[in-house]
């Protein structure tokens, strides 16, 4: 395999994750997650439940979120339903999609991610805690 593919992690709807993910890789979630998550490009399905915070480079939001969300290129889908502040660099917010929450405009947002997550492997369970369950 060549050195220079783009490498992406992708969390099935059947998945519910309980802790931090730290991923630098891309990383789609259609599954559930309860804890924060750091990658470099994120994609949420429809389906998908995260109760956490995020920090990404870019992140394209089409589900359920309780919590904040940083990220550099920030797209907010019809479909969307996010409650927490938002910062952002570059936005777009689709007809439909909802957000109760502060938006915060910032120049380097979702930077972080890049110090918090580089040495690890591309996709790391940071915290595990026994499943209590997760409305989805």
């Known amino acids: 395999m060549a050195s220079n593919t783009t490498t992406f992690s992708v969390l099935g709807a059947d998945v519910i994750v309980t802790g931090n993910i730290a991923s630098t890789v891309d990383l789609h979630i259609d599954g559930c997650v309860e804890g924060d998550l750091k990658c470099a490009n994120f994609v949420q399905g429809e389906g998908s439940a995260i109760k956490g915070a995020i920090i990404a480079e870019t992140a394209r939001i089409a589900g359920t979120v309780e919590g904040s969300i940083e990220a550099r290129d ?3 889908q019809r479909t969307a339903r996010i409650t927490g502040d938002v910062v952002y660099q570059n936005l777009t917010i689709e007809n439909g999609g909802k957000v109760e929450g502060k938006f915060s405009h910032r120049r ?26 997760m409305a989805g």
């Not at 380097?108 to 499943?131: Q, Y």
């Open 74 to 76: 920030l797209v907010i």
């Open 108 to 133: 380097n947002a979702g930077e972080r991610r890049a110090e918090n997550a580089a040495g690890k492997t591309p996709l790391e369970l940071v915290a595990d805690e026994p499943s209590q369950g």
